[in-house]
């Protein structure tokens, strides 16, 4: 299949050693994005390695290095040794339809080039990365993947990627996820510059909280849970602010925070220095405050 002779010789192997060990004890995937070596995989595979090689299509064996790591996409950038390698050509995530032709190349099991075809079979999904938080606007196909897939392509019709294959559902058949190449397009220029992705933050430990129906009717507010602030970390924004526990966030700048993930998409890295508003009930009463968001600590 020409899609398959286009794009499989940019897919990778990734072993790795953890720090301390002179033997591999994980193993994943990855595709080359670049010819002067850059690759991405998943934050997971890579995690705590000490050491990292590639194996390439042809069996060739490259070391590499952790450029950034970013959990709350669990998207990683490799830099491959080397240099003219065969990169693979990145597709528009967004213009995907349910339905269509998906293939996934990887090595699943240590097995090298590993080809399986589905569809596209939801999008817009949202999935649980390893650090507790939602990776947002994932793939899911139908595409087999096996542990050792995770960091391979995921690949449309035309060739061109447009996932990273990142889970599956442990028990269930045809259910696995793949974060969209779009995702890594915006987080690679900061993983290159900085190695991470910064992120805003105001330094509270929080809870989604339903709301009673007629407490939300008396104050005419459009949803029905908010953010109970069960922790203020001191001398954070939050705890400038004059935010207490018991606490409930309503709204970030007019959005509405109806859950903790709701606030973790609206702390971008566009509101860090920047005065927020936050509408806050308390005592039954909406309060509003006003605080200025910092970049969330490593």
């Known amino acids: 299949m020409r899609v398959v002779d286009e794009t499989g010789p940019a897919v990778i192997g990734v072993r790795r050693a953890s720090r301390g060990r002179d033997l591999y004890d994980g193993a994943g995937s990855g595709v080359i994005i670049s010819p002067d070596g850059y690759a991405l995989t998943n934050n997971h595979v890579v995690r705590g390695a000490g050491r990292i090689e590639a194996v390439l299509n042809d069996g060739s064996v490259a070391r590499a290095e952790i450029v950034g790591g970013d959990p709350d996409t669990d998207l990683a950038l490799l830099r491959l040794a080397g240099g003219s390698h065969a990169a693979a050509q990145l597709g528009d995530s967004d213009e995907l339809r349910v339905g269509e032709l998906s293939i996934a190349i990887g090595n699943p099991l240590g097995l090298q080039a ?13 999935l649980r990365g390893e650090n507790g938080r939602l990776i947002e606007d994932v793939i899911q196909t139908d595409a087999a993947l096996n542990p050792g897939n995770s960091g391979g392509a995921l690949v449309n019709a035309n060739g061109a990627v447009v996932g990273v294959n990142t889970a599956i559902i442990g028990g269930a058949q045809g259910l696995c996820f793949a974060a969209p ?52 970390s001191a001398g954070a924004p939050a705890d400038a602010a004059g935010l207490r526990v018991g606490d409930v966030v309503l709204a970030l700048d007019g959005e509405a925070t109806s859950s903790v993930d709701a606030i973790h998409r609206l702390l971008t890295r566009e509101r860090i220095g920047k005065r927020v508003t936050l509408d806050v009930l308390r005592d039954g009463a909406i309060v509003r405050l006003g605080l200025q968001v910092v970049e969330r600590p490593a």
């Open 114 to 126: 590993t080809v399986t075809v589905g569809v596209i079979s939801a999008l817009r999904r949202t």
């Open 181 to 232: 190449i779009n995702t890594a397009k915006r987080i690679i220029p900061e993983l290159m510059r900085d190695g991470r992705v910064a992120r805003g933050w105001f330094g509270i430990a929080g809870q989604t909280q339903d709301l009673a129906r007629a407490l939300t009717r008396r104050l005419g507010l459009s949803g029905d849970s908010g953010v109970l602030v069960a922790g203020v």
